[in-house]
Every structure is written in C-alpha cells, then in structure tokens.
C-alpha cells in the first residue's frame, strides 16, 4: 500500500518527498517520466535531469512538460541533446516555467534558450528572472498610435512602409537575401535607435549569428569595455540545437524584451531570423509526440502556437515592441502554411523575388507582392501614396507586358507601352541600392538615409545662414559661414550648394566687428516695420515672400509658450547635428534627437543644449527675431573661432 505523499514520516520514499520522477523511455529528444501520485507536474514545468553517465561524465538536461499521459506518466521535450541519458534516471520537477534573466544584465551578452550566458564572458545577474511562458498584454492595454519607421531602404520606406511598434515580415526562398535585409535593417535601425534591441537566432546558421556579434561590437552596440553601456541582448538556438530548444529560443528572446517594454517602459526592436524554424522545429516536436500531422505535415496546433507568439508582440501605453521577422518561404511557395499562417499577424510585408535577384537587382524585394497595412494618405501623405501607386501601376503593366516581349520582342510594342517599360526598368534600377553590411561582397559602400530624425528622412532640403562645422577625418574641424543654400544628405555624405560661404580663418575680426554695429544700428532704425531686406544688407537677394516668411514666424513666435523653436527660412533647419524638416512657418519641440558630426546653419554648435538651441540665439535674437548676415559672421567668431 502507497503511503500518502502529502506527509513526512518513515517510510516516505526519497522520490515521493523531493517530488522526482524517474525516466521510462526516451525517444530522441521526448522523455517519458513516471512520478509518484499527485506530484505531477504542470504542463509547461521545467525539468531537470542531473546525473553521471557510464562514463562518468555531468549530465545536466533541461526539459519542459509536453503532455499528461495518464497512470502518472507525462512526455516532456528537452532543451538540450540526450545522449547519456538512462531509462531510470531521476528527473527533478523545478515547479515553474522555464525562466530567463531579463533586465541590464541581459545587454551585451550571448544567451541560449535557457537564459544561460554562452559567451565565455562570466556569469549573469538573475535576480530579475520571468518565465518565458506569459499572457499577450489585455486590449485596454494596447496602444493604436500609428507612425512610420523608416528603414533607410528606398524601395520600403516607399512602397510597403513599417510601422513603428509593429510586426514586419521579410519573406522569401532560399538564397535571395533575407538575412542579409535583416543585417541591413540592423546597420540602419539598431545601430542608431535610440532604445535597445534583442536579436532571436532561431534555427539559422552558427556562423551568421557570429557574423553579427563581431559587428555589433565593431559599431560599438555591443561595448566590451563597459558591457553595461551595450544596447542589445542576442540569443542564439541555431540549427545545431535539438527541437525544443529551436521551439521555443523565439519565446526567450521575446521574453527579455517584454521586460523593456513592460517594466523599463522603453520602446525595443526585436529581431527574429528565422521564424519559420520556430514552425518548423514546432512540427518536428509535434511528431515525436505522436499527434496527428494537418496540411502539408505541419502540427496541428500550427495556428495556435503562431498566435501565442506573435500577439504578445505588440505596442502598450507603456512601450513598444517592433518586431522585424524573416520568414523562409519553401519552394517559393507563399501558399505553404507556415509563411501563410505568419502574413495573418503581420502589418506590413516586404517578399523578396527569385526573379529579381536573378537580374542582379539588390534588394530584391518585389513591389507589387509587398503589402503594408501604413499605405495611407490620411498616414504617409496624398503625395507619398499618390507616388506609390503610380509606381506600381507603371510596374503592374510592366509585368503584364513581359510575355509580349518574350515571344513578339520589344518592337512589337506600341510607343506608350515602350515609354512604360523604359521607365518600369529605370524604377526597378532605382528601387536597388547597395548595402552596407554587402560591401565586402560587392566592393561598393552602402547608402541610405540614416541618422534623421525618426519620421523624417531629408534629401534635398534649404539650409538657413549660419555657422557651419564639418568634423574631418584627422578629427579636426573644418568651419565655414554659409549665406543660405542647398544641402544634399545621405548617409555618410553632406554635399553643401551654398550662394556664398567664407571659411572661419578668412574672416577678419576687426571687420565682423564693424559690421555688426553698422548692421544693429540699421535694425534700431527699422525695428517695428516692414523694410527692403536689400537696403540694410542683412540677407542677400531676399524676396518680399521671404520677408512674409521672417514675420508669421516670428509671429508664430510670440504665441507660443516655451520652449520657443521658431524656423524662419527655408524647408529646413538642420540643427545642433539633428536633422528636423519643420517647415519654416511650423513651431515644434523636437524629440528622440541623434547626433551627427556635420553642424549646419540654424543652431549653435553646442550638442549638449540641442533642445534649447533651435534659433533660440538669445543674445542677438531676442529683441529681433531674425539673424542677419552680419550678426551670423559676429556670432560664429563668438562661438566658434575662440
């Protein structure tokens, strides 16, 4: 007769009072444990096995609970290889989920599915610990606010924008460029973003994930010298792991940043290459348990299993979660469940063609199977949506037309249609641009709109009078006054049209000075009225409209309450090495700024007080609301020739 296992006396076998079970078979890598009545574990428990082989070596297998078999039996999954492993090895029930470290100590390190460091670089804080099972966030708790994300590459931020807080599926076969996309989007996004980042290597190559690791070092995201510093966690279960632990390495990674969003309340990008592993590696384990295969072999939890992973990424009134997903699509097969059971959870969607990489066009994302839920006029504006489609309506006849051409030749095509596809080809060419992180294999360096301020991405824009700095290679700094002008930006590149310039070591002093007298003596004079821009010299070939411009801004001005940023001149002012394409009659905070190392006119060259700098010059401005040509030159030898 079985003494209770509720109480403690003699007679209580060891395996009854530590609640441990004993393996019964072992089938690759499900186990069947027995346990004594009424000390079962729940579905989802971790396991522990720990013992000695044969040859006397530390075993130490993590397993989670699967299935409740009856007669006190159930069949877990393990998390790690089972070799060594015995039919009556005793099995130690832990009471809770499987748990991960998650917090600052997760910044910078390697974890595997378990939470444990696999980097060599010591242990890891786990006094902040959640388990990797948890609820998706309550509807109240969702936030709807939608904003576009820029990514740096042309053919997205066009045609199929991401939105910020929401879930971006890269997908496409083998061989086309997804990994290589998501190591882009990396470079652009991650490296510059402000918050922090978690990157999920589920089921994909080792070396790939070694890849980024060096690289988030180089670009300093990852800080060796001061680990604390970094900005993201990686947690790798690659292809060489057994199933469960590429099941559920996706629900680790998510874990640690729902930690950021939900108790940092910080805004994170979450990375995950590849999801179709975390199905794949789903239906593996779904055979060892023995249930019935559904389409195509998959598991027949596909869909629930899919749901309790993506909902929980979401944005709440806390923080947010955006999450970039590459997605192997087999055979090219968009049809096939797993690719077909990920577009439902998905707002946007960038498909990477055979067909393009096969013309040499990189990216090879295909404009007209990508899809975003954010290509809306009331979102991205009339004119970016009303671009859009054009684009792909002259790419949509562009495809229909191919078989024409195939079979009859271009010259069988009427004129428009010729028109069509020699401009169809020129957007496809222009849809492509190099990559950063592909320049060790192509030879070319990457570009790309990077370092703006999120939601803006300037190209061409006007720059206002004032001093410019260039920081140059030698980490000298090249200094110059900028009477008004163009400016082109992209990454890595600031190329300046200016209607005249001085450097700062060619102005004199003495003159500067004299000017500055002469030019606020004329301001006393006409203070108060409308006057001929021209006649006081105070900004070359100004117009009547500009004029117009200078007073609603300073209108605008006076209206509203601090902190004041008032734009007078121009599409632009770049400002404190922010980028912020206000207009010039628009009066705005500006937030989540990133700095750069070029100093255009509009703002004084002190990083530390961008927020308060915008045109706010007080010592010449307070009292006039607008600098002059002179003023500017006084002003850059005050703050920037000492």
Same mark, same amino acid.
């Given at each position: 007769?079985?003494?209770?296992?509720?109480?403690?006396? !003699?007679?209580?076998?060891?395996?009854?009072?530590?609640?441990?079970?004993?393996?019964?078979?072992?089938?690759?890598?499900?186990?069947?444990?027995?346990?004594?009545?009424?000390?079962?574990?729940?579905?989802?428990?971790?396991? $522990?096995?720990? #013992?000695?082989?044969?040859?006397?070596?530390?075993? %130490?297998?993590?397993?989670?609970?699967?299935?409740?078999?009856?007669?006190?039996?159930?069949?877990?999954?393990?998390?790690?290889?089972?070799?060594?492993?015995?039919?009556?090895?005793?099995?130690?029930?832990?009471?809770?989920?499987?748990?991960?470290? +998650?917090?600052?100590?997760?910044?910078?390190?390697? =974890?595997?599915?378990?939470?444990?460091?696999?980097?060599?670089?010591?242990?890891?804080?786990?006094?902040?610990?959640?388990?990797?099972?948890?609820?998706?966030?309550?509807?109240?708790?969702?936030?709807?606010?939608?904003?576009? =994300?820029?990514?740096?590459?042309?053919?997205?931020?066009?045609?199929?924008?991401?939105?910020?807080?929401?879930?971006?599926?890269?997908?496409?076969?083998?061989?086309?460029?997804?990994?290589?996309?998501?190591?882009?989007?990396?470079?652009?996004?991650?490296?510059?973003?402000?918050?922090?980042?978690?990157?999920?290597?589920?089921?994909?190559?080792?070396?790939?994930?070694?890849?980024?690791?060096?690289?988030?070092?180089?670009?300093?995201?990852?800080?060796?010298? %001061? $680990?604390?510093?970094?900005?993201?966690?990686?947690?790798?279960?690659?292809?060489?792991?057994?199933?469960?632990?590429?099941?559920?390495?996706?629900?680790?990674?998510?874990?640690?940043?729902?930690?950021?969003?939900?108790?940092?309340?910080?805004?994170?990008?979450?990375?995950?290459?590849?999801?179709?592993?975390?199905?794949?590696?789903?239906?593996?384990?779904?055979?060892?348990?023995?249930?019935?295969?559904?389409?195509?072999?998959?598991?027949?939890? &596909?869909?629930?299993?899919?749901?309790?992973?993506?909902?929980?990424?979401?944005?709440?009134?806390?923080?947010?979660?955006?999450?970039?997903?590459?997605?192997?699509?087999?055979?090219?097969?968009?049809?096939?469940?797993?690719?077909?059971?990920?577009?439902?959870?998905?707002?946007?969607?960038?498909?990477?063609?055979?067909?393009?990489?096969?013309?040499?066009?990189?990216?090879?994302?295909?404009?007209?199977?990508?899809?975003?839920?954010?290509?809306?006029?009331?979102?991205?504006?009339?004119?970016?949506?009303?671009?859009?489609?054009?684009?792909?309506?002259?790419?949509?006849?562009?495809?229909?037309?191919?078989?024409?051409?195939?079979?009859?030749?271009?010259?069988?095509?009427?004129?428009?249609?010729? &028109?069509?596809?020699?401009?169809?080809?020129?957007?496809?060419?222009?849809?492509?641009?190099?990559?950063?992180?592909?320049?060790? =294999?192509?030879?070319?360096?990457?570009?790309?709109?990077?370092?703006?301020?999120?939601?803006?991405?300037? $190209?061409?824009?006007?720059?206002?009078?004032?001093?410019?700095?260039?920081?140059?290679?030698?980490?000298?700094?090249?200094?110059?006054?900028?009477?008004?002008?163009?400016?082109?930006? +992209?990454?890595?590149?600031?190329?300046?049209?200016?209607?005249?310039?001085?450097?700062?070591?060619?102005?004199?002093?003495?003159?500067?000075?004299?000017?500055?007298? $002469?030019?606020?003596?004329?301001? #006393?004079?006409?203070?108060?009225?409308?006057?001929? =821009?021209?006649?006081?010299?105070?900004? !070359?070939?100004?117009?009547?409209?500009?004029?117009?411009?200078?007073?609603?801004?300073?209108?605008?001005?006076?209206?509203?309450?601090?902190?004041?940023?008032?734009?007078?001149?121009?599409?632009?002012?770049?400002?404190?090495?922010?980028?912020?394409?206000? #207009?010039?009659?628009?009066?705005?905070?500006?937030?989540?700024?990133?700095?750069?190392?070029?100093?255009?006119?509009?703002?004084?060259?002190?990083?530390?007080?961008?927020?308060?700098?915008?045109?706010?010059?007080?010592?010449?401005?307070?009292?006039?609301?607008?600098?002059?040509?002179?003023?500017?030159?006084?002003?850059?030898?005050?703050? &920037?020739?000492?």
């Amino acid at each position: 007769m079985r003494t209770n296992p509720t109480t403690s006396r !003699p007679g209580i076998s060891t395996i009854e009072e530590k609640s441990v079970g004993r393996i019964d078979q072992i089938i690759g890598p499900v186990l069947d444990i027995t346990f004594p009545p009424g000390k079962l574990p729940y579905i989802y428990n971790a396991l $522990i096995v720990k #013992s000695r082989d044969t040859a006397d070596k530390q075993i %130490n297998v993590t397993c989670e609970v699967q299935q409740l078999l009856g007669n006190n039996r159930v069949r877990a999954v393990a998390m790690s290889a089972t070799e060594g492993l015995m039919r009556g090895m005793e099995v130690i029930d832990t009471g809770t989920p499987l748990s991960v470290p +998650v917090g600052g100590a997760t910044l910078g390190r390697i =974890f595997n599915v378990l939470g444990e460091p696999i980097d060599n670089l010591g242990p890891v804080d786990t006094s902040a610990t959640f388990p990797i099972h948890r609820s998706a966030p309550a509807f109240i708790e969702l936030d709807t606010k939608l904003s576009i =994300f820029e990514t740096g590459i042309k053919v997205v931020d066009l045609l199929a924008p991401y939105r910020r807080g929401g879930k971006i599926g890269l997908f496409g076969g083998a061989g086309v460029g997804k990994t290589v996309l998501i190591m882009e989007l990396i470079n652009n996004i991650a490296k510059a973003h402000g918050g922090v980042s978690v990157f999920g290597g589920v089921g994909e190559r080792t070396r790939e994930g070694n890849d980024l690791y060096m690289e988030m070092k180089e670009s300093g995201v990852i800080n060796e010298k %001061n $680990i604390e510093e970094s900005k993201v966690a990686l947690v790798y279960g690659q292809m060489n792991e057994p199933p469960g632990a590429r099941m559920r390495v996706g629900l680790t990674a998510l874990t640690m940043a729902e930690y950021f969003r939900d108790v940092n309340k910080q805004d994170v990008l979450l990375f995950i290459d590849n999801i179709f592993r975390f199905v794949q590696a789903g239906s593996e384990v779904s055979a060892l348990l023995g249930r019935m295969p559904s389409a195509v072999g998959y598991q027949p939890t &596909l869909s629930t299993e899919m749901g309790s992973l993506q909902e929980r990424i979401t944005s709440t009134k806390k923080g947010s979660i955006t999450s970039i997903q590459a997605v192997y699509v087999p055979a090219d097969d968009l049809t096939d469940p797993a690719p077909a059971t990920t577009f439902a959870h998905l707002d946007a969607t960038t498909v990477l063609s055979r067909g393009l990489a096969s013309k040499g066009i990189y990216p090879a994302v295909d404009p007209l199977d990508s899809t975003s839920t954010m290509l809306q006029p009331r979102i991205v504006g009339n004119e970016h949506y009303e671009t859009a489609q054009r684009v792909k309506e002259t790419l949509q006849r562009y495809k229909e037309l191919q078989d024409i051409i195939a079979i009859l030749g271009l010259d069988e095509l009427s004129e428009e249609d010729r &028109l069509t596809v020699a401009r169809a080809r020129k957007i496809e060419r222009f849809l492509s641009q190099p990559f950063f992180v592909a320049e060790v =294999f192509t030879g070319s360096p990457g570009n790309g709109q990077i370092g703006v301020l999120p939601n803006h991405a300037p $190209i061409n824009t006007a720059v206002d009078m004032g001093p410019l700095r260039i920081r140059l290679l030698n980490d000298q700094w090249l200094t110059a006054v900028l009477w008004s002008g163009f400016a082109r930006i +992209v990454n890595n590149e600031i190329i300046i049209l200016g209607n005249d310039a001085e450097l700062g070591s060619d102005i004199d002093p003495e003159e500067a000075q004299q000017a500055l007298e $002469i030019a606020e003596a004329n301001l #006393s004079k006409a203070e108060g009225s409308r006057f001929d =821009f021209d006649r006081y010299g105070l900004v !070359p070939r100004s117009s009547p409209r500009q004029a117009d411009l200078i007073l609603t801004a300073v209108r605008l001005y006076e209206q509203m309450p601090e902190p004041k940023y008032v734009i007078a001149m121009g599409a632009c002012t770049i400002t404190g090495g922010m980028f912020s394409t206000d #207009s010039y009659s628009t009066v705005r905070g500006v937030d989540k700024l990133i700095p750069v190392d070029v100093y255009l006119p509009g703002c004084p060259p002190k990083p530390e007080a961008v927020i308060d700098a915008l045109t706010k010059l007080q010592k010449y401005n307070d009292s006039k609301k607008f600098l002059p040509r002179t003023l500017y030159r006084a002003y850059y030898l005050e703050q &920037l020739g000492k």
